[in-house]
């Protein structure tokens, strides 16, 4: 049984700082790209950040020079480091495992999303 598991969401003054972890089990976590992603109350689910098998990163522009994404292949786990949060970047996040097969078809599992909420 695949499992994601979010946590380190919470309560965060503007300017803050959380550290969001997501611990898989039930796959080869090593094959997986790893992504975040976020959803607002009232929004579409957005791609936050993503990191491949290899450790190439992406981020979207509006959280570029603030989050940080990585992964650590042992431990099975992905993280988002979020520095200088702003209150735009309160929202539902969620991990997300990904990979293509051999004949393209792609394959996803989510976690259940961890809640972040930026305010004073």
């Known amino acids: 049984q695949v499992q994601l598991v979010e946590s380190g969401g919470g309560l965060v003054q503007p300017g803050g700082s959380l550290r969001l972890s997501c611990a898989a089990s039930g796959i080869m976590f090593s094959i997986y790209n790893m992504d975040w992603y976020r959803q607002a109350p009232g929004k579409e689910r957005e791609l936050v950040a993503d990191i491949t098998t290899g450790g190439s990163t992406n981020y979207a522009d509006s959280v570029k020079g603030r989050f940080t994404i990585s992964r650590d292949n042992a431990k099975n786990t992905v993280y988002l480091q979020m520095n200088s949060l702003k209150p735009e970047d309160t929202a539902a996040f969620f991990c997300?495992?990904?990979?293509?097969?051999?004949?393209?078809?792609?394959?996803?599992?989510w976690g259940q999303g961890t809640q972040v909420t930026v305010s004073s």
């Open positions: 997300n495992a990904n990979r293509r097969t051999s004949n393209g078809r792609r394959i996803d599992y």
